[in-house]
């Protein structure tokens, strides 16, 4: 029985739905247990028949820059979507410039938002690292909550080490170009077994694991991430953010599991009810799927988006369970007989509180 660190998740991730009005300075508030100021929000429209693109944006680059994950454009600078975080929510405005992300007229929205340092962030100079030379960063981290937001300048080395400062290894990592269209790069040590790290995925993509360089064939460590020298990762002078995020027992985890091709699909194991779920296909090409408790109360949890697409919300099954969840799919997308997937999960409460006493089992 998994205990934790953390009793009350919603300190540190939260998911908010709401309805577009285009009104200017709609301050939109959290509802869950504890009060969240964002540093990470991710934001995708649900009913999107314009084909409107889903917003990133964290509070390190400045929430009014603005990357998508169903896309490899450059990061966009804005004046009225997304202006500011306060203590339990975000500040939204009326799409006056004509981005059309945040607040468009009867679009339903979800903002999935994770708790970084508050935007407190250090700057970390050039040094050196188990020999290496390390590259030198903007950092947030928040250790308790296992998440560090990273903005670098790749230098001429052609190999990048950042000092990501978490005190453990990051399992699932998330890298963008910001000034040039190249695609997201996700690292996740579930990725096609033990030489995870050799390969990697796109999240803008469908495409299966790829085995090009990009993390020098070398998983993160306790106090680097190892960056390689291609242009989506490691150009020479460009500018890059990079999501670093580390399993929290009873509040966070990225693992992988093997389909068995039956609608009574195999059960994950968490340690948590999950509040947001996202899987990957890691052998052949398929989408991005993302499940959370929000828009779904009861199972089947049966409404899912993807990262890598601009769609409405979809009808695919899972259910999330006290400890974990299970898939209710045969397709390939979650549950091909044979085929490999990754995962990524965040909770509701844990399956065990920090005191060892386990929580109501829903």
Not at 71 to 91: P, R
Not at 285 to 311: E, G
Request: glycine share 10%.
């Amino acid at each position: 029985m998994a205990y934790t660190t953390i009793d009350d998740p919603s300190a540190y991730f939260q998911t908010l739905l709401y309805t577009g009005n285009a009104s200017a300075n709609r301050a939109l508030t959290n509802d869950g247990n504890s009060d969240l100021q964002p540093d990470w929000l991710w934001i995708h429209p649900r009913n999107n028949s314009g084909g409107y693109f889903n917003a990133l944006q964290d509070t390190s680059r400045g929430v009014t820059k603005i990357l998508s994950s169903n896309t490899n454009s450059a990061e966009v600078s804005t004046s009225a979507q997304v202006l500011s975080v306060q203590s339990d929510g975000f500040t939204v405005d009326d799409n006056a410039d004509s981005q059309n992300y945040v607040n468009l007229n009867s679009i339903n929205y979800v903002a999935w938002q994770w708790k970084a340092n508050g935007g407190t962030t250090t700057s970390v100079g050039v040094g050196t690292n188990d020999g290496n030379t390390t590259t030198a960063c903007v950092r947030q981290v928040n250790t308790t909550a296992g998440f560090a937001i990273i903005t670098y300048t790749a230098d001429s080395n052609g190999e990048q080490f950042l000092e990501h400062g978490l005190g453990v290894a990051p399992t699932f990592l998330l890298v963008k170009d910001r000034g040039n269209a190249e695609s997201w790069i996700v690292g996740h040590e579930g990725n096609l077994g033990t030489t995870a790290f050799h390969n990697y995925l796109e999240l803008n993509t469908n495409t299966s694991s790829q085995t090009e360089n990009r993390w020098l064939n070398t998983a993160p460590t306790s106090t680097a991430i190892n960056i390689g020298p291609d242009n989506s990762v490691g150009g020479n002078g460009r500018n890059y953010v990079c999501y670093a995020f580390a399993p929290i027992q009873g509040y966070s985890k990225f693992g992988k599991y093997t389909g068995n091709g039956l609608a009574d699909g195999p059960y994950i194991h968490t340690g948590f009810k999950p509040a947001w779920v996202m899987v990957k296909r890691t052998d052949a090409n398929n989408n991005w799927h993302m499940h959370d408790n929000k828009r779904v109360t009861s199972n089947p949890n049966n409404l899912t988006l993807y990262a890598n697409l601009t769609n409405a919300d979809a009808s695919e099954d899972l259910d999330m369970l006290s400890n974990g969840f299970k898939l209710r799919e045969s397709g390939g997308g979650y549950n091909a007989d044979t085929g490999t997937y990754i995962y990524m999960a965040f909770a509701e409460k844990p399956f065990v509180s920090s005191e060892g006493v386990p929580t109501t089992a829903v």
